[in-house]
Nanobody, 126 residues
Framework: QVQLVESGGGQVQAGGSLRLSCAASTETFRDDNMGWFRQAPGKGSEERELVAGIDWNGHNDYYIASVKGRFFISRDNLENMVYLQMNNLNPDDTATYYC????????????????WGQGTQVTVSS
């Protein structure tokens, strides 16, 4: 069972940047497609949205429209890490961010991931 641990969240002013990290516990992570989801304040887990995804070998990625050009997802399969670089943050980006993975890309996009982290809070003040 892959365990995922996020770090790097915090409070930042609008226009600032943060880099989230996700550490995976086992090498089997390398077969997983990985994604960063976020859950906005006051919303339930069923409303988590996929912000960015990257396939198992890092050759393809995906972003929701609202973060394109500001957020960048990457992975290091040698170090069992996934990253989300977030630039030009705005208050709408305030949320708990979760790292998640699944062998199936469709399941990842649907939020039906096999593996989830505990989340890291990102707060952007205006």
């Amino acid at each position: 069972q892959v365990q995922l641990v996020e770090s790097g969240g915090g409070q930042v002013q609008a226009g600032g940047s943060l880099r989230l990290s996700c550490a995976a516990s086992t090498e089997t992570f390398r077969d997983d497609n990985m994604g960063w989801f976020r859950q906005a304040p006051g919303k339930g887990s069923e409303e988590r949205e996929l912000v960015a995804g990257i396939d198992w070998n890092g050759h393809n990625d995906y972003y929701i429209a609202s973060v394109k050009g500001r957020f960048f997802i990457s992975r290091d399969n040698l170090e069992n890490m996934v990253y989300l670089q977030m630039n030009n943050l705005n208050p709408d980006d305030t949320a708990t961010y979760y790292c998640a993975g699944d062998l199936n890309w469709g399941r990842l996009v649907a939020g039906l991931c096999q593996h989830w982290g505990q989340g890291t809070q990102v707060t952007v003040s205006s």
